[in-house]
């Protein structure tokens, strides 16, 4: 029988594969699909079984005696039936790293631009917020957290690809973002990489190690709030 599908590279590159093509201004749908789910490798690590398979096709469709067509018959419906169970599930099983990968990149921006622009910082929380910030230590860094979470948001609802994989939900027993479309039925929660703060928030029921969207509170915190 041909082999089973190789090749296949890390969801999370996958994912930004995807993610490059839209921002190089490719919009057919399907392509960025082949892209997130790596089919594009699946064609590339199949090419040493196509002549093997061509040879199968053509006798399979010939006029050969029955007998001469069964092993062939065998090895067209067993590659067949693996190929199409494993491309859905590795495309299920990829599904969580593949969202996170994307959803990751757009915190990572929005927490460079935070963590260097006082200005933009600022903008991304409310009035009251920012000041109360300002007045006390212990909530810089909660609020700073909150700016991560509006900015990415933001990044999220204006972008024409990411919105349609995306919901911003957060507030109170609420994941932070998620998934519509294809990511449909997924949950992000976006926190530090502090360990302590992951403990804090994987007894909650929409949170597990595997859709925690982390990030690195700057050092220079406490100077960042004016």
Same mark, same amino acid.
């Given at each position: 029988?041909?082999?089973?599908?190789?090749?296949f590279?890390?969801?999370?590159?996958?994912? @930004?594969?995807?993610?490059?093509?839209?921002?190089?201004?490719? !919009? !057919? $749908?399907?392509?960025?699909?082949?892209?997130?789910?790596?089919? =594009?490798?699946? $064609?590339?690590?199949?090419?040493? =079984?196509?002549?093997?398979?061509?040879?199968?096709?053509?006798?399979?469709?010939?006029?050969?005696?029955?007998?001469? !067509?069964?092993?062939? $018959?065998?090895?067209?419906? +067993?590659? #067949?039936?693996?190929?199409?169970? /494993?491309?859905?599930?590795?495309? *299920?099983?990829? !599904?969580?790293?593949? #969202?996170n990968?994307?959803?990751?990149?757009?915190?990572?921006? #929005?927490?460079?631009?935070?963590?260097?622009?006082?200005?933009?910082?600022?903008n991304?929380?409310?009035?009251? *917020?920012?000041?109360?910030?300002?007045?006390?230590n212990?909530?810089?860094?909660?609020?700073?957290? +909150?700016?991560v979470?509006? @900015?990415?948001?933001?990044?999220?609802?204006?972008?024409?690809? @990411?919105?349609?994989?995306?919901?911003?939900?957060?507030?109170?027993?609420?994941?932070?973002?998620?998934g519509r479309?294809?990511?449909?039925?997924?949950?992000?929660?976006? +926190? /530090?990489?502090?360990?302590?703060?992951?403990?804090?928030h994987?007894?909650?029921?929409?949170? /597990?190690?595997n859709?925690?969207?982390?990030?690195?509170?700057?050092?220079?915190?406490?100077?960042?709030?004016?």
């Open positions: 029988s041909y082999p089973m599908i190789r090749g590279k890390h969801g999370y590159e996958n994912g @930004l594969d995807a993610y490059n093509a839209y921002e190089n201004g490719e !919009r !057919r $749908i399907d392509v960025l699909m082949l892209l997130a789910l790596g089919v =594009d490798d699946l $064609i590339v690590s199949m090419a040493d =079984d196509l002549n093997q398979l061509n040879k199968d096709k053509d006798i399979v469709f010939s006029n050969a005696p029955l007998k001469e !067509r069964i092993m062939p $018959i065998i090895r067209l419906s +067993t590659w #067949a039936t693996m190929t199409a169970a /494993t491309i859905v599930g590795i495309g *299920q099983v990829l !599904r969580q790293p593949i #969202a990968s994307i959803l990751k990149r757009q915190v990572k921006i #929005a927490n460079s631009q935070l963590s260097t622009d006082s200005i933009t910082l600022k991304a929380l409310t009035k009251n *917020q920012y000041e109360a910030a300002v007045k006390y212990w909530l810089k860094p909660v609020n700073f957290g +909150t700016a979470e509006n @900015l990415t948001a933001e990044r999220v609802s204006k972008n024409q690809l @990411l919105d349609k994989l995306f919901t911003h939900v957060g507030g109170p027993n609420n994941p932070d973002f998620v479309g294809i990511f449909s039925g997924l949950n992000f929660e976006v +926190t /530090t990489s502090n360990a302590n703060t992951i403990a804090r994987l007894p909650r029921p929409y949170v /597990t190690k859709n925690i969207i982390k990030y690195d509170m700057p050092k220079w915190i406490f100077n960042l709030f004016k």
